[in-house]
T-cell receptor, first 112, second 112 residues
Framework: DGGITQSPKYLFRKEGQNVTLSCEQN?????MYWYRQDPGQGLRLIYY???????QKGDIAEGYSVSREKKESFPLTVTSAQKNPTAFYLC???????????FGPGTRLTVT | DAKTTQPTSMDCAEGRAANLPCNHS???????VYWYRQIHSQGPQYIIH???NNETNEMASLIITEDRKSSTLILPHATLRDTAVYYC?????????????FGEGTQLTVNP
């Protein structure tokens, strides 16, 4: 079945450590996105990539980094510079810029 | 992208129609109305979108007023599994990055 996978579902880290969240899609979609969601809030865009080897900052990129070396993969690194990293992280993809977005199941990151 | 206003929460009896309103009084002529929903701790799911005509698919119907300043998502026969947060989003379909701006949505609770 085609879809977006994010792993792991739950992730725990100590403060000061970098952590990388995985996002893979087999939908052959060009564009991929990372969002962050805090309790009771909507989604906020962190980074997005419309094509391999290219990506742009979203609304809250500080403290995060991404790479897009392959069409299928768009990993997100939460660095120690992110002041409040505990959140629910969602990855999404679209076929092209005008299409609806398909979301992965999310990774819940807890940093203590 | 235009701002949207939705009620914070709504209740609906199982088997009845759920009508979720959305105000988007500052919508531009080239902005579409999109609806997504998010079941607790999962990624959002695309439901439907429209420009000015009413739309229907296997999940829901979308009614857009003639002046396009508001819309209603209709779930014709709500089930317990339709309990979720429903997001109304307006955006230009062909914008770079295809970004979605999520508000806080409407928590729909379907009661048995």
């Amino acid at each position: 079945d085609g879809g977006i996978t994010q792993s792991p579902k739950y992730l725990f880290r100590k403060e000061g450590q970098n952590v990388t969240l995985s996002c893979e899609q087999n939908l052959n979609h060009d564009a991929m996105y990372w969002y962050r969601q805090d309790p009771g809030q909507g989604l906020r865009l962190i980074y997005y990539s419309q094509i391999v080897n290219d990506f742009q900052k979203g609304d809250i990129a500080e403290g995060y980094s991404v790479s897009r070396e392959k069409k299928e993969s768009f990993p997100l690194t939460v660095t120690s510079a992110q002041k409040n990293p505990t959140a629910f992280y969602l990855c999404a993809s679209t076929r092209d810029r005008g299409s609806e977005q398909y979301f992965g199941p999310g990774t819940r990151l807890t940093v203590t | 992208d235009a701002k949207t206003t939705q009620p914070t929460s709504m209740d609906c009896a199982e088997g009845r129609a759920a009508n979720l309103p959305c105000n988007h009084s500052t919508i531009s002529g080239n902005e579409y109305v999109y609806w997504y929903r998010q079941i607790h701790s999962q990624g959002p799911q695309y439901i439907i979108h429209g420009l000015k005509n009413n739309e229907t698919n296997e999940m829901a119907s979308l009614i857009i007023t003639e002046d396009r300043k508001s819309s209603t998502l209709i779930l014709p026969h709500a089930t317990l599994r339709d309990t979720a947060v429903y997001y109304c989003i307006v955006r230009v379909r062909e914008t770079s990055g295809s970004r979605l701006t999520f508000g806080e949505g409407t928590q729909l609770t379907v009661n048995p």
